[in-house]
């Protein structure tokens, strides 16, 4: 299987610089022959950006032969609502009950962990429940928009100390994930 993986490229306005930068990843999926195109978070820069960006992205995934899979980030949690279309192919995976939000292929079993507000004992939790959804007879890959820690990692240290993580997770993740992520 062929995935392309892109994130965090925060659409604002059409016919601009990012606008043509995911044209261009959109040209580049359908030349390769992808799959699947995986944008992992933060497809929009905001709520009210994919709103007004919402038609016009449809008519870059209209004509697609593959896939697209999308999690929402920080910046565009709340832009996936249930019954927005995006195109015939995209698939949004952006509900807070995570074991929803699984895609499959023959060989391959995606599963979009989107951005959502709460602390890392909690993420990881809810990350170590999703053991329960590995599928042994395919690849699992598991997409996320967040920050992959190491334990020992300290905020202040780079000086944000008062800052909070973008869904901090711990290197606690099974050999039996393929990972994505912004």
Known sequence: ???????DVHLVAEG???????????????????DALVISGDLFDSDADAEALRIPLRTIFEKVSFDTLIIPGNHDANSYAAGLYFG???????NT?????VFETEDSRFIGVPFEAIDSQAFQQRLRDLRD????DRVNILLYHGELLDASFDRGEFGLKN??????AGYHFSTNWALTMC
């Open 163 to 168: 800052q909070g993580g973008i869904c901090p």
């Open 1 to 7: 299987m062929k995935i392309l993986h892109t994130s």
């Open 97 to 101: 009950e995570w074991s929803k939000n």
């Open 16 to 34: 601009d610089q990012r606008w043509d930068a995911l044209v261009e990843v959109v040209s580049h999926a359908g030349q390769e022959s992808a």
């Open 88 to 94: 015939e192919r995209v698939h949004i995976l952006a």
């Open 133 to 136: 959804l590995i599928d042994p």
